[in-house]
């Protein structure tokens, strides 16, 4: 099945880059953060499939048609930077493997590692998505997550209702299940990584789930040109136009500059 990858382009000039954006977002989460690099980049956000102005996912989506969506912006576009955010970062770690990606950046993927399961939490999902209970799917997806840690789920539960309501977050709830497939089919060592040949920049909150600062932990001494940076006050959607997306311009503009 073919599919119509779409994304949004800012500035005119310097080095390109690809923001890949992960799991219930699309290209316009990173709207901040792609006007904070427009000045020295060319940047190019594209809708992953089923999100935004791409088209469908077909049935059986997982990493390999992500990879192969990456692939064909990175020959559409020229770029060879890429970031990559959550999920997006998955996909951009694996395809660093393959593609012609020289530098990489790496905000916090949820691999499985150190016997935690970054996706334990899809059953529930699965089960009230099935039953038409979309806040309760959210809610079960954010605190599976790690997010809103301290926020008992009854509490949340309204604020998610509120929430699924009135913005276009209801559409984006059931894409959830694309993004568990690229963590699924990503699941093995992280020794993997040591063929990546592309410089790497490990970014992360130090307010960010422990299971992603371990990911980070375990990649560090794995990739074969890697360098660490973790940032201060912010926690997994630091890149989002909702955190401060400017703190990590800052790293990035260093970074791909």
């Known amino acids: 099945m073919n599919t119509d990858i779409r ?18 977002q699309t290209s316009a989460n990173f709207t901040r953060l792609a006007h904070e690099l427009a000045g020295d980049f060319t940047v190019y956000l594209p809708d992953r499939r089923g999100r935004g102005f791409s088209g469908p996912a077909a049935p059986g989506h997982g990493l390999r048609a992500e990879i192969a969506d990456l692939a064909a912006v990175l020959d559409e576009t020229g770029a060879r930077n890429v970031f990559g955010l959550s999920s997006g970062a998955v996909i951009a770690l694996r395809a660093a493997l393959e593609l012609p990606i ?46 809103a840690r301290f926020v008992p789920r009854a509490a949340m539960l309204p604020l998610a209702g509120l929430a699924v309501r009135s913005s ?16 699924e089919d990503a699941a093995g060592p992280l020794t993997t ?37 973790t940032l201060t006050g912010v926690g997994h959607l630091a890149a989002d136009n909702s955190g401060k997306p400017a703190l990590v311009a800052a790293e990035l503009r260093r970074f791909f500059g």
């Open 102 to 147: 020289e530098r990489l950046a790496l905000y916090e993927p949820p691999l499985k590692h150190g016997g935690h399961d970054p996706v334990a939490w899809l059953p529930r999902y699965e089960a009230e998505l099935s039953r038409g209970r979309t806040a309760a799917a959210f809610t079960t997806v954010v605190k599976g997550t790690g997010g």
């Open 193 to 229: 990584y040591a063929r990546v040949t592309a410089e790497t920049l490990l970014l992360g909150g130090d307010r960010s789930p422990a299971y992603l600062k371990a990911v980070l932990s375990g990649l560090e001494p794995v990739l074969p040109q890697a360098s660490r940076v």
């Open 168 to 183: 276009e977050l209801a559409d984006l709830v059931p894409t959830m299940r694309l993004d568990a497939a690229v963590v």
């Open 7 to 24: 994304w949004r382009a800012f500035g005119d000039g310097g080095p390109k880059v690809v923001l890949l954006h992960g799991g219930m």
